[in-house]
């Protein structure tokens, strides 16, 4: 595979990434949320947790150098660099029930879940049906009553944010299909992920050799 992909706008893609292999995810235009899924190559059950995340980082948010996890607690990706600082573990992926319920308009409407979910039968990887995504870029503003507000997202054009991975994982990465809000700053647009080797393997997994 060419190690650098355009995502259309709403579209999504799979990709591999080998254990110390990174993904740049750039935001080519700016203000649009990327939606990040991952399992393991090794353990098809084994699949990114966002509930996990923020267990085991104690926070909502997840900044420079700290981890995504799995669903078995294992460390899956690193954040290894990041221009805007401001991202999502809270929201599911885009659906079109969500669609509908918001807006009334899901019949036919391009979306994130299907957008991954496809790319996984594809590969005949077990059927993802509960797809929590890292929702890069995604600004969303949690107010101190626990209540939240999603607003346009921080990225520029040209931002991007760097994810080194810590096992040997299948990657979906959507570019997502919200324009009925400022989610993706009121419209859809496409962005770019970049394959990279990384110099040094993380020493604290076993996942590798
Ligand atoms: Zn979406």
């Given amino acids: 595979m060419n190690n650098e992909v355009t995502v259309p706008a709403k579209t999504g893609i799979k990709l591999r990434l080998k254990n110390g292999e990174t993904l740049k995810v ?41 981890y995504l996890y ?17 991202h999502d573990l809270l929201h599911p992926c885009c659906r079109k029930e969500m669609y509908e319920h918001f807006y009334k308009n899901g019949e036919n409407h391009s979306n994130c879940y299907e957008n991954i979910t496809d790319k996984a039968k594809e590969e005949g990887l077990p059927l993802l049906l509960e797809v929590h995504p890292f929702n890069i870029f995604m600004n969303t503003k949690i107010k101190t009553d626990g209540s939240f507000e999603v607003l346009a997202p921080l990225s520029k054009a040209n931002d991007y944010i760097v994810l080194k991975a810590l096992m ?3 990657v979906f ?21 970049i394959v990279g080797k990384s110099e040094q393997k993380n020493s604290s997994t076993t996942a590798s050799t």
């Fill in 70 to 86: 799995t669903n078995h607690y294992n460390k899956m990706f690193q954040i290894v660099e990041d221009t805007v600082g401001s």
């Fill in 168 to 170: 040997d994982v299948n």
């Fill in 26 to 66: 750039i935001d080519i235009e700016g203000e649009q949320v990327v939606d990040f899924f991952a399992s393991s190559i090794e353990d098809g059950n084994e699949v990114l947790s966002t509930g996990v995340t923020i267990d085991c980082n104690e926070s909502l948010k997840i900044n420079k150098n700290q």
């Fill in 173 to 193: 990465v959507a570019a997502c299909s919200v324009s009925e809000s400022d989610c993706n700053g009121g419209r859809c647009k496409s962005i770019k992920v």
